[in-house]
């Protein structure tokens, strides 16, 4: 279990962040949301969710950050492959949890 603290300014774990978003996606329609428990029986690099929603026609790849987590080479390769071939791929951040960037791109706002 991931009990790393995000940030000074938010005393959200990763796994507290992870909830959240989750929470939110369900909120927002996204019935298909997956996350892989052990991701050391993934792919490198593979991004820490997939959200999809059938009503909004959509499905996101996004890898789950802290405010001054950085990307593996791994992660960077398959943001840009996913990302290249058509598909949302991202980084989300607590701050973009706070900011509302989360909520806006579930909804499917720019």
């Known amino acids: 279990m991931r009990t790393k603290r995000l940030s000074s300014h938010n005393p959200m774990t990763e796994d507290q962040f992870q909830s959240a978003v989750l929470q ?3 909120l927002s329609g996204y019935g298909v949301r997956y996350h892989n428990p052990d991701s050391r029986r993934s792919q490198a690099g593979f ?3 997939v959200l999809g929603s059938s009503s909004r026609r959509r499905v996101l790849f996004r890898e789950l950050k802290t405010d001054i987590g950085r990307l593996s080479p791994e992660q960077v390769l398959c943001l840009e492959t996913l990302t290249l071939a058509g598909l949302d791929a991202a980084v989300w951040r607590p701050n973009d949890l706070r900011s509302g960037r989360i909520a806006k791109e579930l909804r499917g706002v720019a």
Do not use: S
Request: aromatic fraction near 0%.
């Open 24 to 26: 939110l996606a369900e």
């Open 47 to 49: 991004p820490d969710l």
